[in-house]
């Protein structure tokens, strides 16, 4: 069986490659699937500096597979795989990111770098979010979850980062992500203020898009962090 690390930059999956590599773990590859201008530029950064980390220290490298989410998007505004908020009614959209961006372009490449023999895919799912667990979708592909069976929690694996001498890294999601807190991406924006104007390039694709066939528009930066908000202190942007 071959085994693969799915790297996502954010904690849990940063801690599951320093544990693999501390304690020499038979690992055959590590793959991170990037977003380009989707993804959040922190976690392109960390990316990144982590990659020559591993590199000086270990002599392996990170497998990149690109898909641009946020360019297919603007090319191609009726095309809506992000759950976007509703403008003015409360409703999102059906989530199909994920599916289509992190998790089908990485079973098409182990599948073909790996096409006689299963796969054992590491996850960096922490105990406490026990409940993000899934089985594979891909017959030849088995989901594997090290910091599960090991009971380690995020706090944990923070210190496992910080103990290998490196910064822990930001929360990894999409900058735009409908599910990333306003503090935190409130703090995003302002750390990386081009985002807004690309923000609303795309929701201005997206909006004319929709009313040329009659829908409701969508929100890309929630009006909230938007805004110039004064009351957001700096434990508001803590663990994000």
Known sequence: MATVISYGGGVQSTALVVLAMRER???????HVDLVDAESPAT?????????????????????????????????????????????????????????????????????????????????ISVDEYHRMRDSSAARIEHV??????????????????????????????WFCPYRSSAGQWALVQRYPDLVGMARELEDRINAERRRRGRDE??????????????????GFCDV
């Not at 773990?25 to 793959?31: A, H, M, Q």
């Not at 969508?218 to 009351?231: E, G, K, S, W």
């Open 44 to 124: 392109r950064e960390y990316v990144a500096r982590f990659r020559e980390w591993l590199q000086r220290e270990y002599g392996r490298d990170i497998t990149i597979i690109e898909r641009n989410m946020y360019r297919d998007m603007l090319a191609r505004p009726a095309f809506t795989p992000v759950p976007w908020h509703g403008r003015r009614e409360r409703f999102m959209l059906k989530r199909q990111c994920t599916r289509e961006y992190k998790v089908q372009p990485l079973q098409r490449y182990v599948y073909c770098r790996y096409p006689q023999e299963r796969i054992g895919l590491m996850l960096g």
């Open 25 to 31: 773990w038979p690992i055959d590859e590590i793959v």
């Open 145 to 174: 979850y090290p910091l599960v069976d090991r009971r380690l929690t995020r706090w944990q694996c923070r210190d496992i980062i910080e103990r290998a001498g490196l910064a822990v890294p930001w929360k990894s999601s999409c």
């Open 218 to 235: 969508i929100v890309v930066l929630r009006v909230d962090v938007m805004a110039d908000q004064q009351d957001f202190c700096e434990a």
